[in-house]
C-alpha cells in the first residue's frame, strides 16, 4: 500500500469515526471500562502480595532461654539452628539487651524499676529470634527444637501464626480476582458487541461509497482498511483515556492503603510507572487484536467481499 493509499484510508477511517460519533462514544466508553477494570485487578494484585510479604517479614519465633543458661549455650543453640535449612536468619539479644528492653516496656511502672533494681542478678534471660524460609516451616523449626536437648534450655517460644492471616488474605484476595475477571470479561464481551455493530452501521453508512469503491476495482483490502483502522483508533483513544483515569485513581487511593497498613510499602503509582509500556502495551495490543477479529467478522458477514 502506497503512502497516499494509506493516507486515504486512515482519513476515511476518522470520518467514519466522526460520522457515527455517538455511537462511536459509546464503544470507547465500553472499551474504556474493560481497561479500568483490569487495571483494577492489577492494583489488588499489587496491593494483596505486597501484605502477604509485609505479614511474611513480620513472621518470627522467639526463644526465651531461662536467666540461668550462659551466653555459650545460646549461642550453641544459635549454630544448632543456623544448620537447618528452614531457617532464613536468627537475631541474638544478649541478657542485658533484654534487661534494657524491658526497662524501656516498663520505664512508666515505678514498681517493676524499683523491683528490678533490687535484685542482685539479672531475672532475665538471652533471646533468639528466629525467622524461617517460609511460612510453612515454623512447625517444623518448632518441632525440631521440641526433641532436640536444647529444649529445656528455653523457658518459653512465643509463636503467632501468621498462617491463618496470611491464608484469609488469599483468600479475600481470589475472591475479589474472581469478581474482578468475570467483570472484565463482561465488559470484554460487551466492547466486542459493540464494535461489531458499530463497524456493521460504519459499513451500511458507507454502503453507497463501498459499491461504487468496488465497480471501480479497489481491492478488498482497501475497502476493509478503512475499518480496521477506525477498531485500531477505538482501542488507542481508549488507552488513552483509561490511563488518564487509572493514574488519578491510585493516586486517590495510595494514602488511604498507607494508613491501612501503617507502612509506604505499597508503591502502586511506582509499580506502574516501571511497568507502563507492559501493562498498557499489553492491553491495547488484546483489545485491538480483538476489535480487528471482531470488525473482520462483521464485515465478513455484511459486507460479503
Not at 23 to 45: M, Q
Request: charged fraction near 15%.
Amino acid at each position: 500500500m502506497t503512502l497516499s493509499s494509506l493516507y486515504r484510508v486512515i482519513i476515511f477511517a476518522w470520518q467514519s469515526f466522526w460520522r457515527n460519533i455517538w455511537l462511536s462514544l459509546v464503544t470507547i466508553t465500553i472499551i474504556v471500562l474493560t481497561f479500568v477494570s483490569i487495571n483494577f485487578l492489577i492494583v489488588v494484585n499489587i496491593i494483596t502480595d505486597s501484605a502477604i510479604e509485609i505479614v511474611k517479614n513480620k513472621v518470627d519465633v522467639s526463644l526465651y532461654f531461662r536467666p540461668d543458661v550462659t551466653e555459650p549455650q545460646v549461642l550453641e543453640v544459635k549454630t544448632y539452628l543456623s544448620s537447618l535449612t528452614q531457617v532464613r536468619e536468627i537475631g541474638y539479644v544478649s541478657q542485658q539487651q533484654a534487661l534494657e528492653n524491658f526497662r524501656q516496656q516498663h520505664r512508666q511502672d515505678t514498681n517493676i524499676i524499683e523491683s528490678l533494681a533490687e535484685l542482685e542478678e539479672n531475672p532475665i534471660g538471652a533471646t533468639l529470634q528466629v525467622k524461617a524460609k517460609n511460612i510453612q516451616d515454623y512447625p517444623e523449626i518448632i518441632d525440631v527444637l521440641n526433641n532436640s536437648k536444647y529444649n529445656n534450655l528455653i523457658l518459653d517460644k512465643n509463636y503467632d501464626d501468621h498462617k491463618v492471616y496470611i491464608e484469609k488474605i488469599k483468600n479475600f484476595s481470589d475472591n475479589i480476582k474472581t469478581i474482578g475477571l468475570f467483570t472484565s470479561g463482561t465488559f470484554a464481551l460487551i466492547a466486542l458487541l459493540i464494535v461489531f455493530n458499530t463497524i456493521r452501521v460504519a459499513i451500511y453508512t458507507h454502503r453507497q461509497e463501498i459499491a461504487i469503491m468496488k465497480l471501480v476495482g479497489a481491492t478488498n483490502w482497501f475497502i476493509k482498511a478503512p475499518f480496521l483502522v477506525e477498531a485500531i483508533f477505538y482501542g488507542v483513544i481508549s488507552c488513552i483515556i483509561s490511563i488518564a483515569v487509572v493514574y488519578p485513581a491510585i493516586g486517590l487511593i495510595q494514602p488511604y492503603v498507607n494508613n491501612f497498613f501503617l507502612t509506604e510499602e505499597f508503591n502502586i503509582t511506582g509499580y506502574f510507572n516501571e511497568n507502563f509500556f507492559l501493562i498498557f502495551g499489553l492491553e491495547i495490543l488484546v483489545i485491538i487484536f480483538l476489535n480487528i477479529v471482531s470488525s473482520s467478522i462483521a464485515m465478513r458477514r455484511y459486507l460479503k467481499v
